[in-house]
């Protein structure tokens, strides 16, 4: 499963661009915002629908406006002056106009994959505990299947979980927030989308026997943290 759920406003007016074999294709701006203690917390996300979707988004929507995506995400790779990029997208396949006005938003991703790795844990200089692991998701294509692979962040006692219970191979559930970070490499500005973690549950029938520790709730990582900053990558 690869599941995202946005409700947000649009950054800018729809443009409407057509392949060669004539299929219409739009890129939407999504902000969704966040209110984290006293302070609000903007995202802003890349969707893209196609076809038919692509025309309604187009005649109906304006900058501003307050809309409801439900898609899936993707992650694109190229070279840009001999430098690979990365570009993480949502790529929708259902989207509602709610009108205007701001809103404080939703920002959910559902997956449901296999550990590419163990998980690796590591620790603020305040002491919280920071799991980072990759997961792959599969979706059937044609005669066989897309694999889509997903930067999962988990904090705190979640953390510590997913470094016990987990590992490479195991089948897993988790749900979360998108969050996108920008660092720079050799003066270069670096782009890493990634899924701050809020639930996980253990999916193997091995995992199964570890007990209650199966399902973990806890707050967002700047609700715990106050700042992403500190966090050790």
């Avoid at 570009?87 to 929708?92: L, Q």
């Avoid at 066989?144 to 705190?156: K, M, N, P, S």
């Avoid at 997913?162 to 089948?171: F, P």
Wanted: proline share 2%; aromatic share 6%.
């Amino acid at each position: 499963m690869n599941k995202a759920i946005l409700v947000g406003n649009l950054g800018k007016d729809i443009e409407v661009r057509y392949t060669t074999e004539d299929l219409a294709i739009t890129n939407l701006d999504l902000a969704t915002t966040e209110k984290i203690k006293d302070n609000s917390q903007t995202e802003w996300h890349r969707i893209i629908a196609f076809g038919k979707l692509a025309e309604i988004c187009g005649s109906l929507l304006k900058k501003g406006g307050l809309v409801y995506v439900e898609g899936k995400t993707r992650k694109r790779t190229w070279e840009q002056d001999g430098v690979p990029r990365h570009s993480a997208e949502i790529i929708a396949y259902k989207i509602i106009a709610l009108g205007s006005g701001a809103n404080l938003g939703v920002n959910k991703a559902i997956y449901i994959g296999r550990l590419g790795i163990d998980p690796e844990i590591r620790y603020t200089k305040d002491g919280l505990a920071v799991a980072n692991f990759s997961l792959a998701t599969n979706e059937k294509k044609g005669d066989g299947y897309e694999t889509q692979w997903h930067r999962i962040v988990a904090l705190g006692k979640l953390a510590e979980s997913c470094q016990r219970y987990l590992e490479k191979g195991r089948q897993i559930c988790i749900e979360g927030r998108l969050q996108t970070r920008a660092w720079k490499k050799d003066g270069i500005t670096r782009y890493t989308t990634e899924v701050i973690a809020s639930h996980m549950e253990m999916l193997d029938s091995k995992m199964a026997d570890a007990g209650a520790l199966e399902n973990h709730m806890i707050p967002s990582a700047s609700m715990e943290t106050g700042s992403m900053g500190d966090i050790p990558f």
